[in-house]
Nanobody, 114 residues
């Protein structure tokens, strides 16, 4: 069983920035595709950004150019740098490995005020 631990969320004004971190045991991020997802109240969980073992990234259209996913292999941690935040980015953010889909962690709440 893989346990994901997401952190770094908080309350920020529109236009602000946050950096989320995703750590996990029993999975090596450098050889797996890891993705960030988010779920806003009343909405389905959606994929926000992903990074594969080669370091290639892809993003949801809604965050392209504002969010950056990255990975620190030494720390076995994946980050999501979020800039120019908008109120519609408000959600609980989760990480997971989309080719396997382990149990979800607790997520980290991001709230963007207008």
């Amino acid at each position: 069983q893989v346990d994901f631990v997401e952190s770094g969320g908080g309350l920020v004004q529109a236009g602000g920035s946050l950096r989320l971190s995703c750590a996990a045991s029993r999975i090596t991020f450098s050889i797996n595709t890891v993705a960030w997802y988010r779920q806003a109240p009343g909405n389905q969980r959606e994929l926000v950004a992903a990074i594969n073992s080669a370091g290639s990234t892809n993003y949801a259209t809604s965050v392209k150019g504002r969010f950056t996913i990255s990975r620190d292999n030494a720390k076995n941690t994946v980050y999501l740098q979020m800039n120019s935040l908008k109120p519609e980015d408000t959600a609980v953010y989760y990480c997971n490995a989309p080719t396997v889909m382990y149990n979800w962690g607790q997520g980290t709440q991001v709230t963007v005020s207008s």
